[in-house]
Structures are given as C-alpha cells and as structure tokens.
C-alpha cells in the first residue's frame, strides 16, 4: 500500500522558518519526481514545487511565490522529501501535502497533509 | 505561466444527473491535463489523466474529454459520493497550475 505522511507543521511568526517531511512507503520512492502542493484555508489548490529524481540530478523547480524561500530537497535512503520554508509570510499559511509527480504525469499519490500557520 | 479557468465555481445538481465541468486552458497544453476530486478536510484524488483516461479504481461514470486549450469532466449519473469540489490541472510546463475549482452542491 502506497502512504505518504507529512509532518512538521504548525504555528510559526511572520519571517520564522519551519521544515517540513514527508515519509513515503509503497512504491520505489528514489525512480520518482516528488511535489509539494499547497491549500490556503478555503481556498484552491496551488503547486509549490517538485524535486526530480537522482537520474535527473535532483533537480528542482518553484513556483514564483516561493522561489528563494523555500527549498525542496529528498533522502532517498530514507524514503523521505522534505520542505525548508524560510522567511515566512502570513500567506503562506495553508495546508501543505506531498505528492508524487512525473515527467509529463499527474500527482498520482497524496499525502494527508500538515496545517501551517503563519501569524503573530 | 499557463491560466487554467474552471467554470462554473458552483454547480446544483441532483442525484441521477448528468453534470459538465468545463477547463479551458491560456494556451495550448496538448492533452497534459488532470481532474482530481477533493472531499473537505481530504486530501485531492486524481480522477482523470491525460485528458482522458481513466485512473484505476475510479467509476466508469466519471468521464473526460478535449485536447489543445478545452477540456470536460463529465459525471453521467451523478451519485451521493460525488458531491465534492473538482479541481484540472496542466502538467504540459512549469509553473503546474490548478483551476480554481467546482463545488458539486446537493440541489
């Protein structure tokens, strides 16, 4: 069975940083691209940014909005993504999930994902 | 960056119907699109892919379509279990971008 779990969310100041996880069992996790996704209270869906896989150089991508800020980065002995967000803003408040990517593929799996609160 | 707009935001239907998302895309995107339906406080679940192609273990009765800019999720017998919110998405170029989302209300 495929399972991703998000943790290390929570409530952080305006201008902290918070580094989030993401555990991963079911599937061969070092062949795949992995993303993060984010969900504002209330709000749509919007894509943070993917981390490829070692054939790929783990290479990254951002979404503008996060792009300086955030850095994507992966374990693959651990089976484990990871999301470093610095200098956080009030709306970067959101849920955010891990899922799995893929050249030219949709986000097949999802995690259940971890609630981050930026505020003072 | 590729604008993916959702109509309608909201839709009342009943049980039994049939029901029409429509995604239109700012340029073209081939058929890189995805649905996925989202339930409150879950996480998304992909529905479609590639346009049109059914994800394993989804009903026959969810059904997409297009190709280039326009796409459709189509539900032909709407059921209880699918009052829920339905996001496309394009992952043809980066940034990969959303829809901003139908509800699916309970007329």
């Known amino acids: 069975e495929v399972q991703l779990v998000e943790s290390g969310g929570g409530l952080v100041q305006p201008g902290g940083s918070l580094r989030l996880s993401c555990a991963v069992s079911?599937?061969?996790?070092?062949?795949?691209?992995m993303d993060w996704v984010r969900q504002a209270p209330g709000k749509g869906l919007e894509w943070v940014g993917r981390t490829r896989n070692k054939a790929k150089s783990y290479t990254t991508e951002y979404a503008a909005s996060v792009k300086g800020r955030f850095t994507i980065s992966r374990d693959d002995s651990k089976n484990s993504l990871y999301l470093q967000m610095n200098s956080l803003k009030t709306e970067d408040t959101a849920v955010y999930y891990c899922a799995r990517g893929g050249i030219y593929a949709p986000f097949d799996y999802w995690g259940q994902g971890t609630l981050v609160t930026v505020s003072s | 960056d590729i604008q993916m707009t959702q109509s309608p935001s909201t839709l009342s239907a009943s049980v039994g119907d049939r029901v029409t998302i429509t995604c239109r895309a700012s340029?073209?995107?081939?058929?890189?699109l995805a649905w996925y339906q989202q339930k409150p406080g879950k996480a998304p679940k992909l529905l479609i892919y590639k346009a049109s192609s059914l994800e394993s273990g989804v009903p026959s009765r969810f059904s997409g379509s297009g190709s280039g800019t326009e796409f459709t999720l189509t539900i032909s017998s709407l059921q209880p279990d699918d009052f829920a919110t339905y996001y496309c998405?394009?992952?043809?170029?980066?940034?990969?971008?959303f829809g901003g989302g139908t509800k699916v209300e309970i007329k």
């Open positions: 079911g599937f061969t996790f070092s062949d795949h691209y």
């Open positions: 998405q394009q992952y043809n170029d980066y940034p990969l971008t």
């Open positions: 340029q073209s995107i081939s058929s890189w």
